[in-house]
């Protein structure tokens, strides 16, 4: 069994560091302690020049592996909690960590954008901050328009699409009907529309692609004049899939 120390504290006074006050102690296993003073803390401890004999009044017992940061609770020495270090001035809070009413409280950071004010406790939204945010929300939108583009919307209870790839087909189709050929659509929800020999209905399908196409565009546009006027809650809460 290995050896640990016996460590003798008293139970109200502190050393100036702030933590319980360690008399004194000795290096013993369990075991020993019970073959040589039977048990008896006032053997082990007793008066030895200037340090004091134990006295179950006035000391406390604590057995184990060394403690950081003692202290005495109902004459239980134990670890110090994150509260009771600050308390007594041994430690400084951490971002996002407030004392409040004998306990340590953490403060939800609201975004990635947002930094630590620490000598007001809270977190804040610094203007230069807050521009790279939106910046960054902006520079989103183009994924979203494509996304959208990719999507489709519907046209004659069909699916058309808005890619680029999209229009340029349907320019090509609608060439061919131009110069008296044939030409035929085939729609994204699954339909063909074949042949296609009126230049009047091949616009129709070539127009509802463009339109739709530009809708996202400019969607996209409106949605930057959306995010630059947010203020800190509207940037917090905003979601671009609900918004566009």
Not at 52 to 78: A, F, K, M, Q
Not at 127 to 134: G, N, Q
Request: glycine share 8%; proline share 2%.
């Amino acid at each position: 069994m290995s050896k640990k120390l016996f460590n003798m504290y008293h139970k109200t006074e502190k050393n100036i560091d702030g933590y319980a006050k360690k008399i004194r102690d000795c290096s013993y296993t369990e075991d020993e302690f019970q073959n040589i003073y039977g048990g008896d803390y006032k053997k082990m401890f007793p008066l030895w020049g200037d340090l004091p004999e134990y006295d179950s009044e006035t000391h406390c017992i604590y057995y184990g592996e060394g403690l950081s940061y003692p202290t005495v609770d109902n004459g239980i020495v134990r670890e110090m909690n994150t509260a009771e270090k600050f308390e007594a001035g041994l430690i400084s809070l951490g971002e996002g960590k407030v004392y409040q009413n004998g306990e340590i409280v953490n403060i939800d950071k609201a975004s990635n954008y947002h930094t630590w004010d620490n000598g007001n406790k809270v977190y804040i939204l610094t203007p230069e901050k807050e521009i790279e945010w939106k910046e960054v929300l902006k520079s989103q939108l183009k994924d979203k328009r494509e996304e959208m583009l990719e999507q489709g919307t519907i046209f004659e209870e069909k699916i058309i699409k808005g890619r680029t790839q999209d229009v340029s087909d349907a320019r090509g189709q609608l060439d061919k009907v131009v110069k008296g050929k044939s030409a035929f659509w085939a729609y994204s929800s699954g339909q063909l529309e074949s042949p296609i020999t009126d230049i009047v209905r091949m616009e129709e399908i070539y127009e509802a692609i463009g339109d739709f196409r530009s809708s996202q565009f400019i969607r996209e546009v409106e949605m930057k004049v959306l995010i630059n006027g947010l203020d800190e809650q509207g940037l917090i809460n905003f979601d671009i899939d609900q918004a566009w």
